[in-house]
């Protein structure tokens, strides 16, 4: 087969996936000139007049199937006594590859392409055509959104080759990642499935979009297989309730509880998208009842808890009375009221006065609902409020547990979103490590690198809220402290102070292990606490003075020595002429070795400049460099203590 270069009138070309043994191949066809993907059969069906007469029959069913979210499907044939199918080439990547490379998609996303998926699978239930093998794999993504995002994807569903007759001995031998999608009754009687088998795969694969996992665990037995998985709306902030309730009837257990075809679930997903829109709550959803539609979204709370809740009267079957003139005119007036009220926006007291008890709920759906409908509103209209602080206050709170919340999951995801989640995962497997100061260091860092914009607001005040925790630390015996790292602390502030320009963030330094370490009842740490309280109690200008008169007390020194051996040389080569000249002549000199001093100290091989050849430059130095003690790339928790400082 691997010699194969042509197949019916399709030149095959390579080979699609990354499957070495796949049967899949990139075809053209000679006679049309178009790109074809070329799909080689089991050889039964060219060998088993009866499993030949299936083969017949399926082709011309699928043949039939002409809509844009259906890859489109040309027909099999057999040739060299090889049977095999062929579709359109589509030019994109598969979902499962798009997955990979992008993790959990906005919910505004999943929406998107699971309409799209619903619409292709309504064409093919309208005519008694079951995929049954709906997984990532099989949906194909392409179009402008693959390069921009707010450009929409056109997604397409291929492989609708699957038949329950010819699945039901070979279901269990499918790889586990082809099994965790299937439903439950497939495993039981594959020869009996329907549309709800299609709407639990696709639940499944929305539920996995959302989330970034899947609800079910294919390598677990009994009563395990098919426990109820948390919910998207836990698992993911972003999701919204409606979503949330859609995805979860879809991957009911019992086939009878799921959505009675795939347009109620395509109807659900609009409605999720329309009460997201409408900033709809749970409860106006139950009174208003979907107007009459029949909904799969159950948000658990029925008309009548409904009406308790807004407090709104029943409604009492009509009397006489109601045909008055009078009471019609008062119920106008009424109405006429209610409508004014209804569109008079709220004063700042009252858009706090309804946010406060969902944010004390500690809820994140209620959270978001706090933080879209009342708190920003409030911001944004009354920033002169004083209930405008705390309402920040209480948006700032939200927004940086939702930071926190989706720092997990890239940890999990081993991929970070921006460069903040990246220094914050530093600093918190620092920190774990016992490598406190490095962990100051890196929220330092982000307070002073990441941009004030909205996007890393929450992370600069995570930053500033744990550089005033650690500041207030202090670390007792039997906590996790690296006191190697301490000394090597000490001894970069050291060096650094004694840069031109670089004495604060020296400072710093010593500031930092005074605050931590004080209390620490380590030899190391505590005479490293002691060099910082000195070096802190003396001023900045006091140690510049000291190591000014170090370095001149230094060229003083050589400048003896070298004016005691100097006559003795100059006695040994010709007699002085002039003395006034060589009382000048060494005054040069004194003064040109007085400021070769400092330079022979550092760089001992150097020769010390002779007079006369000022002009020739000395050559550069290479610098001393030293490891970082704080590194960039975040280290996860879990690693040990000394790769901290590598």
């Not at 000139?33 to 039964?44: G, M, S």
Request: include cysteine; proline fraction near 7%; charge should be negative.
């Amino acid at each position: 087969m691997t010699e194969l270069s042509k197949l019916g009138p399709f030149a095959l070309e390579n080979r699609l996936g990354n499957d070495q043994n796949s049967h899949v191949f990139h075809g053209f066809h000679l006679k049309q000139k178009r790109q074809a993907v070329v799909c080689i059969l089991p050889e039964r069906y060219a060998e088993n007049p009866r499993a030949r007469r299936r083969l017949e029959k399926r082709s011309r069913q699928l043949m039939k199937l002409n809509h844009p979210n259906i890859v489109r499907y040309h027909g099999a044939g057999i040739d060299q006594g090889i049977p095999f199918f062929a579709l359109d080439y589509v030019d994109g990547i598969s979902l499962q590859q798009y997955l990979k490379q992008h993790g959990p998609l906005p919910w505004e996303t999943v929406v998107a392409i699971g309409l799209q998926i619903c619409a292709a699978l309504s064409e093919a239930h309208h005519m008694n055509i079951h995929h049954l093998d709906v997984r990532p794999a099989h949906i194909l993504l392409s179009g402008d959104g693959l390069k921009d995002p707010r450009k929409p994807l056109k997604v397409q569903i291929t492989s609708f080759w699957a038949d329950p007759r010819w699945r039901r001995s070979s279901l269990l031998l499918f790889p586990k990642d082809r099994q965790q999608y299937l439903s439950p009754e497939q495993f039981e009687d594959p020869q009996y499935v329907d549309d709800a088998s299609d709407i639990f795969s696709l639940g499944c694969v929305l539920y996995e979009m959302i989330t970034g996992k899947l609800p079910f665990d294919p390598l677990a037995t009994g009563e395990e297989r098919w426990k109820l998985p948390e919910r998207p709306a836990s698992l993911e902030l972003d999701c919204p309730v409606w979503l949330d309730r859609v995805v979860m009837r879809m991957i009911e257990i019992m086939p009878d509880r799921r959505p009675a075809d795939i347009d109620s679930v395509a109807a659900g997903l609009q409605e999720s998208q329309d009460a997201v829109a409408r900033g709809m709550s749970a409860i106006e959803h139950a009174l208003a009842g979907n107007n009459g539609r029949e909904s799969i979204i159950d948000i658990g709370i029925d008309r009548s808890e409904a009406e308790k809740l807004m407090h709104k009267p029943r409604y009492y079957e009509p009397s006489t009375l109601f045909n008055s003139r009078i009471l019609l005119g008062l119920g106008v007036l009424v109405v006429i009221g209610l409508l004014v009220l209804a569109f008079r926006p709220l004063s700042d007291e009252e858009l706090y006065a309804r946010a406060e008890p969902l944010v004390d709920s500690r809820e994140s759906l209620n959270w978001r609902v706090a933080e879209e409908k009342y708190l920003q509103p409030l911001v944004d209209r009354y920033p002169d409020s004083p209930l405008a602080e705390k309402a920040q206050r209480d948006i700032d709170m939200i927004q940086m547990a939702r930071a926190e919340a989706r720092l997990q999951n890239s940890l999990t995801q081993h991929e970070f979103k921006n460069e903040a989640e990246q220094h914050l995962a530093s600093a918190r497997s620092l920190e774990a490590n016992g490598n406190h100061l490095g962990a100051w260091y890196q929220f330092d860092k982000m307070v002073q690198d990441l941009p004030e914009s909205p996007e890393y607001r929450p992370y600069r005040l995570i930053a500033q809220r744990e550089i005033e925790r650690l500041e207030g630390l202090r670390l007792r015996k039997g906590d996790k402290v690296q006191t190697v790292s301490i000394n090597e602390y000490i001894t970069q502030a050291d060096e650094i102070s004694h840069l031109s320009g670089k004495e604060k963030e020296g400072r710093e330094i010593y500031r930092r292990v005074h605050s931590l370490y004080q209390s620490y009842p380590d030899p190391v740490a505590k005479g490293a606490v002691d060099r910082a309280t000195q070096a802190l109690a003396q001023p900045v200008a006091i140690a510049k003075n000291k190591d000014g008169a170090a370095k001149s007390k230094t060229a003083q020194a050589s400048e003896v020595q070298e004016v005691r051996k100097q006559p003795l040389k100059e006695e040994a080569s010709e007699p002085v002429a002039n003395p006034g000249e060589e009382t000048v002549a060494e005054d040069e000199r004194a003064a040109t070795e007085t400021e070769a001093a400092p330079m022979a100290v550092e760089q001992a091989e150097s020769p010390m400049t002779e007079p006369g050849s000022e002009d020739v430059p000395d050559e550069p130095q290479p610098e001393m460099t030293r490891p970082p003690l704080f590194p960039d790339a975040p280290i996860l928790p879990g690693d040990k203590a000394g790769q901290a400082q590598d």
